[in-house]
C-alpha cells in the first residue's frame, strides 16, 4: 500500500477501525487478568500488555514490513494466553495487518501456523482427537473470517485509490478544457483587434500621412482626409470599447437576473445603440443557468456592436426563451468562435441556442437561448 492510499480518508478511517479493534482487544485482555486476582499470571499479563502497546505504537507511526513483524511476536503470546474473546479479536487483527505488510501469501502460513499451533498445543495437552479437530477448525473458521475482514479493506482502499486517481484525471481535464477555452478566446481577441482596430489604425495613418502631403497643394482635400481620419478613430474606439465589454466578467446582481440584464444594456449605451429589454415572466434559473443567460446576452449584444450595423436591438426574455434582434443586415456566415462557444456551453447545460440570420427586426440577425425548466 502506498503512502497517497494511507492517507487517503478511507486509509485513515482503516488505521482508527483497527485502533478501536486493538484497544478492545487488550480491554478485554486486561478484564480477564482482573478477574483472575493479583498473581504472577497478572504480573506476567501487563508485560505482555506493555510489550504489545508498544509493539502497536511502534506499528502505527511507522507502518512497514519490520513494525508488523515485530507486532506478530506480543500477538501471538496474547492469542495463546488469553480467553477466546481476545484471541478471535487478536486474529483478526494480526491477519488483517499480515494482509496489508505482505500479501494474501504469508496471510495463508500465518492461518495455517496458528492452526497447527493451536492443534498441537492441545493434543500436547493430551486432548481428545475430536477436541483437537474443533479447536482446529474453529481457528481455521476464524482466520478465514480476518481473511475476510482484510479483504474487505483491502478493496475499499482499491475503491479509494481508483477515486483519488479520477478525481486528479477530472481535474486535468478541468484544467486543459479551461486552458484550451481561454487560448481559443485569447486568439478571438487578437483576431478582433487585428482585424478591427488594427485595420483602422493603419487607415487612420495612411489618412494623416495623405493629408500632410496634400496641405500644401490640396488643403481642401487634406481636410476631408482629415474629417474621415476621425471617423475612423471613433469607429477604432467603439470597436475597442465592444473588445472590453466582451472581456469584462458581469456577475448577477442581488439575485436578480432582470436588474442584471438591465446593467448590460445600459452598458452599451455609448455605442450609438438603442437597446430595449423585454423581460416577461420568465422561467427560474439557478447559478449555473444564470451564468449562461449573463455571458449569452452580452456575447450577443457585442455581436450586434461589431458586425451588424445596426442601431436598434431588443432583448426579450419570456418564459424559458431569451433572444436578441437587431435591425442590422443579417449574416449569412457560418457562426463565429463567439457563438459556437455558446452552444457548447449552453449543451452542456441541456439549454440551446439557435439563430436565424435574418429573423430580426426589419431582416437584421436574431439569435436565441432556450433554458431548460427548472424542477
Not at 183 to 196: Q, Y
Not at 283 to 303: G, K, W, Y
Not at 338 to 358: F, P
Amino acid at each position: 500500500m502506498n503512502r497517497e492510499t494511507a492517507h487517503s480518508p478511507f486509509g485513515q478511517l482503516r488505521r482508527r477501525f483497527l485502533d478501536y479493534f486493538f484497544a478492545l482487544a487488550i480491554a478485554v485482555y486486561i478484564g480477564g487478568i482482573l478477574l483472575s486476582g493479583i498473581g504472577t499470571y497478572s504480573l506476567i499479563g501487563a508485560a505482555i500488555v506493555l510489550i504489545s502497546v508498544a509493539a502497536w505504537a511502534w506499528w502505527r507511526r511507522n507502518n512497514s514490513a519490520i513494525s508488523t513483524a515485530f507486532f506478530l511476536v506480543p500477538a501471538l503470546i496474547l492469542f495463546l494466553t488469553s480467553s477466546s474473546g481476545t484471541s478471535l479479536l487478536i486474529l483478526w487483527l494480526t491477519v488483517v495487518m499480515v494482509h496489508f505488510a505482505f500479501g494474501k501469501g504469508a496471510v495463508r502460513v500465518l492461518v495455517a501456523a496458528i492452526v497447527i499451533t493451536v492443534a498441537g498445543i492441545h493434543a500436547a495437552l493430551g486432548a481428545s482427537l475430536s477436541s483437537i479437530f474443533f479447536e482446529a477448525s474453529y481457528a481455521l473458521l476464524l482466520g478465514f473470517t480476518g481473511v475476510a475482514l482484510a479483504h474487505v479493506l483491502q478493496r475499499g482502499l482499491e475503491i479509494e485509490h481508483d477515486r483519488m486517481k479520477l478525481i486528479e484525471k477530472l481535474q486535468d481535464a478541468l484544467r486543459d478544457s479551461r486552458e484550451l477555452v481561454i487560448a481559443r478566446e485569447r486568439e478571438r481577441v487578437a483576431a478582433s483587434l487585428h482585424d478591427g482596430l488594427g485595420h483602422r489604425l493603419t487607415s487612420i495613418g495612411l489618412s494623416l500621412d495623405y493629408s500632410a502631403r496634400m496641405i500644401p497643394t490640396d488643403p481642401e482635400k487634406a481636410a476631408l482626409e482629415l474629417q474621415r481620419a476621425r471617423e475612423t478613430t471613433t469607429d477604432a474606439l467603439n470597436s475597442m470599447r465592444s473588445t472590453v465589454r466582451a472581456m469584462k466578467p458581469i456577475k448577477l446582481i442581488d439575485d436578480n437576473l432582470a436588474t442584471t440584464l438591465t446593467q448590460i444594456a445600459s452598458s452599451f449605451e455609448g455605442t450609438d445603440l438603442n437597446v430595449e429589454l423585454i423581460v416577461d415572466k420568465p422561467v427560474e434559473t439557478n447559478d449555473a443557468l444564470s451564468n449562461m443567460v449573463i455571458r449569452f446576452v452580452q456575447e450577443a449584444l457585442t455581436n450586434v456592436v461589431r458586425h451588424a450595423g445596426a442601431d436598434r436591438v431588443t432583448i426579450e426574455f419570456q418564459g424559458e426563451t431569451i433572444s436578441v434582434a437587431d435591425n442590422g443586415t443579417g449574416s449569412d456566415a457560418s457562426p463565429d468562435f463567439g457563438i459556437t462557444s455558446l452552444m457548447e456551453r449552453a449543451a452542456a447545460l441541456n439549454a440551446k441556442v439557435t439563430t436565424a440570420t435574418h429573423g430580426g427586426i426589419d431582416g437584421g440577425f436574431l439569435i436565441s437561448l432556450t433554458l431548460p425548466r427548472q424542477q
